[in-house]
């Protein structure tokens, strides 16, 4: 009978059929243009507030508090910061599956990590010590937006429109990924005011952000008893027709670390690799980070609407891992400028085209919808995990073989990152 009622629900996409979609087509004729908007917000409100502070921003104080072990020091703050993701991204993402309140399951998560992340940023932070301290809060807050921000497309979006409204959420990924760290390179004369302009920045993105979400009172679901098969089913790792949902995940870990050993150590690859100024890094960043927004917004915006007409998700997200790869030949064989600025060309058009594709991929290979909250904060945990493991790696390549070795181990990620994800069967 369980069988017969999931094949009467079964909603055929692009890709394949999706079972267990809380919102279906039939109920959703139209795009839910506020949902759309909302999620375009979404990764602006922690991702690039939070991402910026932290590639550009706190590596440019540790500069200025310490030349002489600035590397460490980011290699160290990236290993607790990752270790404090990986217990709480998980962690947030099953509670807000569980959470009944008049504010509905997510809201809570988001407003609480917002508020979190902003005194921290904007407090006064006088010494490398105190700045790893007290940014393991910044980790657990950032984790908490994330693991209860996307699962709002599973929770209030139809099959048919989730691909489109991933579309909105790439285009704001790829934004807050270049757009912020374009912005925070205008304050690398001015740290401390440049921290105090990325925390208002979270604060305001996530009311306009939770505004338009409107989330509603949730107390009406049914409540979770805490039960043995409940504490398993909502606070362990997916054991059932999970094969596709374990590639998704590691595919997307690969892919950004390979990414993140790159662009965590921007600063310092146009200072100490080429040999420029602070000045003139300054400048070289901000044309590589637009060269990244324009190419990378172009992409996610042409990449999903692409991939609906073709049928296809998964071959373009491959191409886009391999593209970043790829694109990471040109600073490792030449130390100039324009081989950076070649390598944001393809990696712009790698980030959009993947920002754009790999929501609607993450959907599709979900073990159960019940547990979207915490499945999705694997997802999600796997792009902060590979963020912070890549600082992590990175500043122990570099202690002990110099900057060009992290464009072998960049490439080398990217290949793993685009096999595993060759590798799914569910999605085309």
């Not at 959703?28 to 921003?57: D, H």
Request: charged letters at 15%; proline letters at 4%; one cysteine or more.
């Amino acid at each position: 009978m369980a069988k017969k009622d999931e094949e009467k629900d079964a909603v055929k996409t692009t890709v394949g059929v999706v079972t267990n979609a809380k919102v279906k087509d039939e109920q959703q004729p139209k795009l839910p243009w506020m949902i759309s908007s909302a999620m375009f917000l979404a990764p602006l409100c922690w991702y690039g507030p939070i991402g910026s502070t932290r590639s550009v921003l706190i590596p440019q104080l540790f500069a200025q508090l310490d030349p002489a072990h600035k590397v460490w020091a980011v290699g160290i703050l990236a290993t607790i910061a990752s270790i404090t993701g990986a217990v709480t991204n998980l962690l947030f993402g099953a509670l807000s599956d569980v959470t009944r309140t008049r504010f509905g399951k997510r809201k809570p998560y988001i407003v609480l990590g917002t508020i979190a992340i902003s005194l921290v940023l904007i407090a006064n932070m006088k010494s490398i010590v105190a700045i790893i301290a007290i940014w393991i809060v910044a980790a657990a807050a950032e984790n908490a937006i994330a693991a209860a921000i996307y699962p709002q497309i599973s929770d209030r979006v139809a099959p048919k429109w989730r691909g489109t409204v991933s579309t909105f959420y790439g285009v704001g990924f790829t934004i807050a990924q270049q757009g912020f760290a374009l912005l925070a390179a205008q304050f690398l004369g001015n740290v401390k005011f440049g921290i105090y302009f990325m925390a208002g920045c979270t604060v305001v993105l996530a009311i306009i952000h939770e505004l338009l979400i409107n989330e509603k009172g949730n107390l009406d679901e049914p409540k979770v008893k805490f039960d043995k098969d409940s504490l398993k089913k909502y606070f362990f790792f997916p054991t059932h027709d999970a094969r596709d949902f374990y590639l998704a995940l590691f595919g997307k870990f690969f892919m950004v670390v390979g990414s993140t050993i790159v662009t965590t150590f921007l600063l310092f690859i146009f200072t100490d690799y080429i040999g420029q100024s602070t000045g003139q890094a300054g400048t070289s960043i901000s044309i590589f980070s637009s060269i990244m927004l324009f190419i990378g917004v172009f992409f996610a915006l042409v990449g999903g609407p692409l991939a609906d007409k073709l049928g296809r998700v998964k071959a373009p997200v491959v191409i886009a891992t391999f593209a970043l790869g790829a694109a990471a030949l040109f600073p490792l064989f030449v130390k100039e400028p324009w081989a950076m600025f070649a390598y944001a060309v393809i990696a712009a058009f790698g980030n959009g085209l993947y920002n754009s594709v790999d929501g609607a991929l993450n959907m599709d290979v979900l073990p159960s919808s019940d547990t979207a909250g915490k499945d999705l904060g694997l997802i999600n945990l796997a792009n902060t995990l590979g963020q912070m493991l890549g600082a992590m790696v990175a500043s122990a390549i570099v202690e002990a073989f110099g900057y060009g070795a992290i464009f072998i181990f960049a490439i080398g990620m990217e290949l793993i990152g685009g096999i595993a994800i060759a590798m799914i069967k569910r999605v085309k």
